[in-house]
């Protein structure tokens, strides 16, 4: 695989490219596709959809192209879509988590990465970190945000060292609950002048 174009800044919103990887906003004529990905993706990893945490995948057009402050990114090889990442508006609920948390996120100007999933022929990649790259340069351009926050289950193989491996700040571990939900701060000016990213 070819090197994926490096962001300079999270204003140079067009798109990451390399020889084999397209990674870009998602257009209405993706929905389809993604949601199908995605859909794979929750089935084979995440245990499969649960309506109370997955609605979004049942209109993506609602959920992140007609929403304010909300944004599909795809992944795209030669075969089609091989993953996605999501940014809206960060609304932790507590419970499940602590009420401290969501105090302390749930602010204007702080979003939520979500759905960072690849499928498992594109795993290993840079699929992952091309997407969280793409979805946190327009987080903190065109969204207006200033913090990243993201959770993870560590019990999915390779999630916890994904996260780990890039410029983000653990914030609370809450393990043993029943998600292994591990949670994070992206280093937003870190992450953008991360070798790689």
Known sequence: MGEVEVMSSPQRMGLVESSDLIVAPAAPADLAEAEAVMREVLCADLGGYHAAWH????????????????????ARDEG??????AVKPCMLASPPNPDWLAREYNQPGVCQLVRVWVTAGARRRGVGRALAERAVGWS????GYRRVYLHTDAGVPGAEA??????????????????NTVHFEIDVDAFLRAPGC
């Open 55 to 74: 609605r979004d995948l049942d209109d993506l057009e609602a959920a992140y192209l007609r929403r304010p402050g909300c944004v599909l990114v795809v």
């Open 162 to 179: 994904f996260w780990r491996s890039l410029p983000t700040r653990e914030i609370y571990d809450g393990r043993p609950d029943p998600f």
């Open 140 to 143: 903190v351009g065109p969204g």
């Open 80 to 85: 089609g879509i091989v993953g996605t990442a």
